[in-house]
Nanobody, 117 residues
Framework: QVQLVESGGGLVQPGGSLGLSCTPS????????MAWYRQAPGFQREMVAS???????NYAESVKDRFTIDFGNAKNTVFLRMNSLRPEDTAVYFC???????????WGQGTQVTVSS
């Protein structure tokens, strides 16, 4: 079973920046889309940003122009750079890998991001 290992969460002041990364426990072939989701207390999990293997990106309206998703050279690691953070960005952030043929889907364990002064 593949584990997605996330890192980089923490506490930051409003207006600050954080970077998240997600790496699988072993090499995965045929990844179609890598994405970051988040879930705040009392809210449903929502997609924050996604990137296809070809590099096409998609962002939630609430994070456009503030967050950037990218993958590493081996396309087996996905990053999320978060700038101009707001208190409403506070949530547990999860990474997600989907197979190009719908043959698998993996989730990370989640990493807490807290934006507070």
């Amino acid at each position: 079973q593949v584990q997605l290992v996330e890192s980089g969460g923490g506490l930051v002041q409003p207006g600050g920046s954080l970077g998240l990364s997600c790496t699988p426990s072993r090499s995965i072939s045929g990844v179609g889309v890598m994405a970051w989701y988040r879930q705040a207390p009392g809210f449903q999990r929502e997609m924050v940003a996604s990137i296809s293997r070809g590099g096409r990106t998609n962002y939630a309206e609430s994070v456009k122009d503030r967050f950037t998703i990218d993958f590493g050279n081996a396309k087996n690691t996905v990053f999320l750079r978060m700038n101009s953070l707001r208190p409403e960005d506070t949530a547990v952030y999860f990474c997600n890998f989907k197979g190009a043929f719908g043959d698998y889907e993996y989730w990370g364990q989640g990493t807490q991001v807290t934006v507070s002064s």
